[in-house]
């Protein structure tokens, strides 16, 4: 793996738990009004098509924000009264469009995900055209992309959050399923034709088994890059530009850059990229994010989301002082809320880090860093 380990002496050689000032890129995920001027017609493609999925993905996420107890009360009076056919077809005729938008919800999140490698290849086309340009000008001349990036990785891990926040998806999908199964040997499985996708029981079973993750998202784009790696000759490189965006969230969230972002919420997006692309280095890497080798300081990620969390405690050494932050009597009403919101979601990240990882429990971890995760719950 040539290109990512002279990559790793190269970040060795101002110490692992520094991030290089070259990483000190501002990432205006603020705006409406992407840079196109530098894109070729096929990245203008890409960029437009990327958007449009977006858009309609933060419609799907709503959704299922909104999800609650789901189906939980529909089939407990459907399981109450099994003799009532009105009942039980009332219930099928809800839970059917139910599961159907749940359908939508997987597919929209395969489709985006599937997307990632086309962005990490467009990416390192412009870095293998131009054999002087450094890897970070490749992030600056693509911003574009990067910025799209970002917001494809932040849709997978607040998707994440929120499903473990509808613990009856599971269930509702089972119920559909049974249900359906059940109602085919009668022939009375009939519903409208917008439903005929979901009422298949491969497509029942395929949507049963992403749910049931605890993480579908998350594990969904790393399956997906990882066939990209198997079916290519190089791997090294989209690590590279994994590496590099990381570093970069870091760089904004342990410097004054944050204090460019005009909502709280933007940073809490920072925090989600930042663990998301630690999370796709750790999965995708063969010795993981955790060894003393690793470009991804995981320490200092560590740091910044206990830091964020308002958890005290002995700070990594290379560190200098926090950036500065907005002081109480600056802070509106609505502010409030959002940077509680922040501080809650720092506290679920690092959960998150320590249960959805692939290397913690290794041998070539360090002890210390296992002592620093078995403070987290």
């Not at 101002?14 to 070729?40: C, H, P, R, T």
């Not at 919101?341 to 692939?358: G, M, R, T, W």
Request: with cysteine.
């Amino acid at each position: 793996m040539g290109h990512i380990i002279s990559f790793i002496k190269q970040l060795k050689e101002n110490g692992y738990e520094e991030v290089d000032e070259k990483f000190g890129i501002f990432l205006d995920f603020e705006s409406n009004n992407l840079e196109f001027a530098e894109a070729s017609g096929s990245e203008k493609e890409l960029s437009a098509k990327i958007e449009e999925k977006l858009n309609s993905s933060l419609e799907l996420l709503e959704f299922l924000k909104n999800y609650g107890a789901g189906g939980k009360q529909t089939i407990q009076e459907a399981s109450s009264k099994p003799g009532d056919c009105a009942v039980q077809d009332a219930a099928w005729n809800k839970m059917v469009p139910l599961v159907c938008t749940l359908l939508d919800l997987k597919k929209m999140t395969d489709s985006l995900n599937e997307m990632v490698p086309e962005i990490l290849g467009k990416m390192w086309e412009v870095k293998t055209s131009r054999e002087s340009l450094d890897l970070i000008e490749v992030f600056k001349k693509n911003m574009f992309l990067v910025i799209q990036l970002g917001k494809m990785l932040d849709y997978d891990m607040r998707f994440d959050a929120l499903k473990m926040a509808a613990p009856s998806i599971p269930n509702d999908i089972s119920y559909v399923k049974r249900q359906f199964t059940i109602r085919s040997k009668s022939n009375t499985a009939t519903a409208d034709e917008e439903y005929s996708e979901v009422l298949n029981i491969q497509n029942l079973e395929a949507l049963s088994m992403f749910f049931i993750n605890p993480t579908p998202a998350l594990n969904s784009i790393i399956t997906i890059i990882t066939k990209f790696f198997a079916n290519g000759e190089k791997k090294d490189e989209p690590l590279e530009l994994i590496v590099s965006f990381c570093k970069v969230c870091i760089k904004i969230l342990d410097s004054d850059i944050r204090g460019k972002f005009q909502r709280f919420g933007t940073i809490g997006m920072i925090y989600r990229i930042m663990v998301a692309t630690t999370l796709l280095y750790d999965h995708l890497h063969d010795d993981g994010v955790f060894v003393k080798e690793s470009p991804i300081s995981i320490k200092l990620v560590v740091d910044l989301l206990e830091d964020e969390a308002g958890i005290r405690r002995k700070r990594t050494r290379s560190r200098g002082k926090s950036p500065p932050k907005p002081s109480e009597e600056k802070i509106s009403t609505g502010d409030r809320k959002s940077l509680d919101e922040v501080v809650e979601q720092a506290k679920n990240l690092l959960s998150v880090l320590k249960y959805s990882n692939k290397h913690l429990k290794s041998e070539t971890t360090p002890k210390s860093v296992e002592q620093m995760f078995s403070r987290i719950f």
